[in-house]
Nanobody, 123 residues
């Protein structure tokens, strides 16, 4: 059974940085799609960034382009989201997601989800 456990959230001032981690287990993730989504209070969950486990493809939401980098460490079975120049509107619960069936990385129909980690950006 696939398990995804996020960590690295917290409180940061506007302009600061955070690195989120997602520890993945339960499968060999070759060519799986791994993604980060977020959900702010009162808003729908939205796509943030995604990567093929091979590392050959990445995709970012427009709101995060140039401010974030998604990466994975195959040896540690982990996916990371480095976020820089954070803004108060980045405040949300960030979720790690995984799928072995999606064609497009930005497709929201991921099969497995973590419990989320809270990111709060103060102004």
């Amino acid at each position: 059974q696939v398990q995804l456990v996020e960590s690295g959230g917290g409180l940061v001032q506007a302009g600061g940085s955070l690195r989120l981690s997602c520890a993945a287990s339960g499968r060999t993730f070759s060519n799986w799609a791994m993604a980060w989504f977020r959900q702010a209070p009162g808003k729908e969950r939205e796509f943030v960034a995604a990567i093929r486990w091979s590392g050959r493809s990445t995709y970012y939401a427009d709101s995060m382009k140039g401010r974030s980098t998604i990466s994975r460490d195959s040896a540690k079975n982990a996916v990371y989201l480095q976020m820089n120049s954070l803004k108060p509107e980045d405040t949300a619960v960030y979720y790690c997601a995984a799928s072995n069936s999606l064609v497009h990385l930005w497709d929201p129909r991921y099969d497995y989800w973590g419990q989320g980690t809270q990111v709060t950006v103060s102004s």
